[in-house]
Every structure is written in structure tokens, then in C-alpha cells.
């Protein structure tokens, strides 16, 4: 029997950071609101990844929402930087603070969602067989949500333990285990940090050697957080108006404008500091645009990886090549780990994986066995993250339909032609900035578009819901998919192959998935829009 669809005026796919405030918006608009995940509670990101040494790389005064005032001058953040379980009890907190849990059902993924034009509303079906309808259906997928999993030949005959960090077991036992991580980004580098000394060996399988800068984390002293307490407007202000977003001011001078030892003195601070965001933006201007700014970054990170590391052959795979323009890696003392005995490392440039077996990882040149392979092979970033889901607008044509050519794009990164009401939360070509104020903006401009469109087109409930359309027009679209094509060609981080273009998922086209402006100027261009009466969607 086909079951009964329930009607939900918003449904929001997502209980993560974003997920979570846009429920609290939409609530506070009057709006009826479910949230589905496919997890057991809260979290998103911070549910999945429960890797040891996962942590947040931006500063935890700023990792949190801007709007609830009186949590953010109390609610404790020992640390500079949160961990996993901080970050996650957190919006647990946040959850529980603001009622918000009774609006969510777990345990209920998203399998297809199809436009239904004649009544204006989303039909939706989940894992549970369930049926829900809405008027709006908004994403707060995450970009980083769809494991990447490598085609490499035999993975599945492995008779020991195989993780993914993006979908961790809740409980794990190393030690005296041989350990093997393929993968060395951001998660690989805390990962690999943080179980070193816990396992009886641990190899890294290395594709790219990768920059990476000291976090800087260490505990929050009460004049620190008193600090920030007293400055949390102006702290808001400054985040919001800036490129990163990050809680520093970019600098505006060119690396080269300054003598060798004002450049290194520079370099040394920031590495003193720690942040690798600091690092790449708050030194000079122009390190991910000009190549010789880039190098100069380059050479001095390089310096310090032949200063930590004492091995000569570690030191020398361990080196990188590349520009120094991917997404930049913080560190709590990666370099350091390979200076213990029981830590080795496999070049894959010059010994390749040939294949997975049932005791381990056998190169070109010889096997190696293994109790556990840790894959820290990344996402299918951003829009894998919508392809994966039937979800279809008008006339069947599925988001991947529409994508296939072009690349994914849409407008302001926020909503794409041909689907009405659908709106994503930092759906492909959103800004690539701090993720939290990011998430904010996109909520906030998302549900004060619903705000309006509720306003002018009241619509029927029951059987039939008509009501508002909200649309991007193709032209919209387009337009905006070649304003962040144009402003990613001048970037570093278009000639190194990442998943910021999608490079590292196999048979995936090489296309912008952001916009480089920074936060402030997409600020900017959403004020345009909205003061224009939305300029760029339809029936407004
Ligand atoms: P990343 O940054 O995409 O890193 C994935 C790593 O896995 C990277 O070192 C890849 O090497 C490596 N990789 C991927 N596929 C393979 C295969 N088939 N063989 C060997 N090595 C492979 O993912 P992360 O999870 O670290 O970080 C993603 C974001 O999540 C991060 O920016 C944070 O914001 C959170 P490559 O460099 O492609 O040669």
C-alpha cells in the first residue's frame, strides 16, 4: 500500500550546522518545518567524523552561530580549536537549547525528490518508505558529505579491519596493530597525527606530499575569552566583511614588496601563530595568485619539514612539489610523527598500489600487511553530494541531467533554474570561505526569500498547494556560473588538482565548484540581489 504523504510547508534535508538554523529560522517564521538525516542524531559533519584527531581548523570563538547572543558569551571553549566531540555537543546544546529536536527524524535518508508542477510542491521519498510533501525543500547537505571511496582493485577481499574516516566506527582499538592510512589531506594529516603513537606501526600510503602549518592550539586562558567577550559585535563584523572569513585581517601587501627578512620574519609569526588560513592569507596578498609569492610560501614551509624531519628518505617524500593552493592543512605535529620508529611512509609516485589483497596493500614493489587500512581518501565534494539522490524539477530532468555538461552550477550557489523552491545550503559555486559564517549567510538569505515569497503568494493548504514559486532564471544562472569561472582562473588553486574542482574523484569534470570572491563581496552581491527585488528569480 502506497502510504499516506505527510505535508510539511519546508522540509529541510540535514541536521548539521546549517540544517539545524535553518529549522530555527523557518520555526520562527510560523512556517511547519521537518528535518530528515540519515544519521542517528545531530551533527552532519561532526557526526560522521569521528576520526581520532578530528577537529576544526577555524578558531572556536568563531566556530559557532552569531545569533544566540547569550550562548555565545557563556557556552565553554577551552581549547582554540574544538574536537570532534566539542564540536558535536555543541550543536547538540544548540538542539536542546532551542527545542529543536522534536521537528527532526533521524534515521531517514533522502532517496528522491521529484517537483510535482501542477500543485507546486516537492514529493519526497525515504529509506523509511515514508512519503512527505513540501512546499519548499531546502538542502543543508554539507559540501563534504559523500565518502570517496578509491577504485583500487581488491579493496573488498581485505580480511582486516577497513574504515573511511568520513564514517568512523564509535569505538576502535589500534594499539599494537599495523596500521596503513592511504591519504594525506586535511584528515589524513589529523588522523595520522593523532594515532601515531597509539598503534603498534603505522604506514602512509602517499599520492601528494602536502604543506602543512601548526594549528597553534593550545588551552584558552579567561582573559582570552574575556577578550573576546567584550569585542564578540565588532569580532562579527570584521568575519563578515572579510575574504576568508577567518577572524584575521587578509593583509593587502604583496609578498615581494618586502625584503627576504621581513618576509621570513612574516612567515615565522604566522607560523608562530599557527592556522594554516593565517598562513596563506593574513602573511601577503598574493600568495595564491602570483607563482613567486607562492614559491616564497613554498620555500619556507619546505625549510621547516627539512628542519623537523631526521630521517633524509622521510624528509624527501615528504616534500612537496606542487604550489602550495589547495586547501590550506593545520597541523598538531604531523611532520614530527614520522621522526618515530614506528612510522614509516610509502611514496605512491614511485611505488604505485597495485592492488588491496586480503592481508594488505601490495605495491609495484612489494606487499605489506596490515591489520587495519584507514582510508582517508576524502569526498565527492559539493555537488556529489546532490547527484548521488534522484532529486528532479521540472519535467523529470534530474540535478545530475542538469549538470552533466556544464559542470554543477546555480545561482549565488543557492538555488538552480528548472527546480523551483529548491534552495541549498552552500549548494556548488557558494563561497569558499569559514564555513559557520558562511552557512548563516546562505540560511538567512534563504529564509528571508521564503519570508517574502510567503508574503506575496498565499497559498491553499491541503490537497492543493500552489502558492509561491521561487526559481533562479537560466540566464541567472549562467551569469553567475561565469562570474565564478572567471574569478577562479586567476587563482593558484585552479592548477592544483583538488576536489575544489573536483580533480580527485575519477572520470569527475574539472569545473568551479566556488565562488572566489570572499565572504564580504558575496555579501555584497546578495544585498544587490535582494535590495533589486531579488534580481535573478523569477516571479518576484
Ligand atoms: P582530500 O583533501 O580530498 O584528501 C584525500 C587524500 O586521499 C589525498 O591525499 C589524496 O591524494 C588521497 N587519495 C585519494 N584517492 C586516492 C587513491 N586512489 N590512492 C591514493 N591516494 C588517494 O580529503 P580530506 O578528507 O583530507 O579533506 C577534505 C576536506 O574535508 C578538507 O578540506 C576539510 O575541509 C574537511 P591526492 O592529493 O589526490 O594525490
Known sequence: ?????????????????????????????????????????????????RYPGA??????????????????LSYDWPEHYLKQPQALAYLEHVVERH??????????????????????????????????????????????????????PGLKSFKGELYHTGAWPKSHSFSNKRVAVIGNGSTGVQVMTAIAKD????????????????????????????????????????????????????????????????????????????????????????????????????????????????????????MPTEFYARRPLCDAGYYEQFNRENVDIVDLREEPIVEVTEKGIKTSEREYEFDVIVLATGFDA????????????????????????AGPESYLGVAVSNFPNLLMITGPNGPFTNIPPTLETHVEFISDLIANAEKRNPKNDGQVVKGAVVEATRD?????????????????????????????????????????????????????VVDGGYVGFKSF
Not at 502506497?2 to 550546522?17: E, R
Open 476 to 528: 541567472a544562472e549562467k551569469g553567475w556560473t561565469d562570474v565564478c569561472n572567471q574569478m577562479s582562473e586567476g587563482s593558484l588553486f585552479h592548477k592544483s588538482p583538488s576536489w575544489i574542482f573536483g580533480a580527485n574523484v575519477p572520470g569527475k569534470k574539472y569545473s568551479s565548484l566556488f565562488f572566489f570572491g570572499g565572504l564580504k563581496e558575496y555579501r555584497r552581491r546578495l544585498k544587490e
Open 382 to 405: 559539493v555537488d556529489g553530494n546532490y547527484t548521488r539522490v534522484a532529486i528532479r524539477g521540472r519535467d523529470g530532468e534530474s540535478l545530475k541531467d542538469h549538470w552533466s555538461e
Open 99 to 152: 527545542n529543536l529536536r522534536p521537528h527532526m527524524q533521524f534515521e531517514t535518508e533522502l532517496i528522491g525528490a521529484q517537483y510535482n508542477s501542477e500543485r507546486n510542491i516537492w514529493e519526497i521519498t525515504t529509506s523509511t518508505n515514508e512519503i512527505f510533501t513540501c512546499h519548499y525543500l531546502v538542502t543543508a547537505l554539507g559540501l563534504l558529505s559523500k565518502q570517496n571511496w578509491p577504485n583500487i
Open 1 to 49: 500500500m502506497v502510504p499516506k504523504p505527510t505535508h510539511f510547508d519546508a522540509l529541510i534535508v540535514g541536521a548539521g550546522f546549517g540544517g539545524i538554523y535553518m529549522l530555527k529560522r523557518l520555526l520562527d517564521q510560523n512556517l511547519s518545518v521537518k528535518v530528515i538525516d540519515a544519521a542517528s542524531s545531530v551533527g552532519g559533519t561532526w557526526y560522521w567524523n
Open 199 to 318: 598503534v603498534g606501526h603505522m604506514t602512509s600510503f602517499q599520492r601528494s606530499p602536502q604543506y602543512s602549518v601548526p594549528s597553534g592550539d593550545g588551552p584558552v586562558s579567561e582573559s582570552y575569552r574575556a577578550q573576546i567577550n567584550d569585542n564578540y559585535d565588532a569580532i562579527w563584523d570584521q568575519v563578515r566583511n572579510s575574504a576568508v572569513a577567518f577572524g584575521f585581517e587578509e593583509s593587502t601587501v604583496p609578498a615581494m614588496s618586502v625584503s627576504p627578512e621581513e618576509r621570513r620574519a612574516k612567515f615565522q609569526e604566522a607560523w608562530d601563530k599557527g592556522n594554516g588560513f593565517r598562513f596563506m592569507f593574513w602573511t601577503f596578498s598574493d600568495i595564491t595568485t602570483s607563482e613567486e609569492a607562492n614559491r616564497e610560501a613554498c620555500e619556507f614551509i619546505k625549510s621547516k619539514i627539512a628542519e623537523t624531519i631526521k630521517d633524509p628518505e622521510k624528509a624527501r617524500k615528504l
Open 55 to 72: 577537529m576544526s581548523d577555524t578558531e572556536s570563538y568563531i566556530y559557532r552561530y552569531s545569533w544566540d547572543k547569550e550562548d555565545l
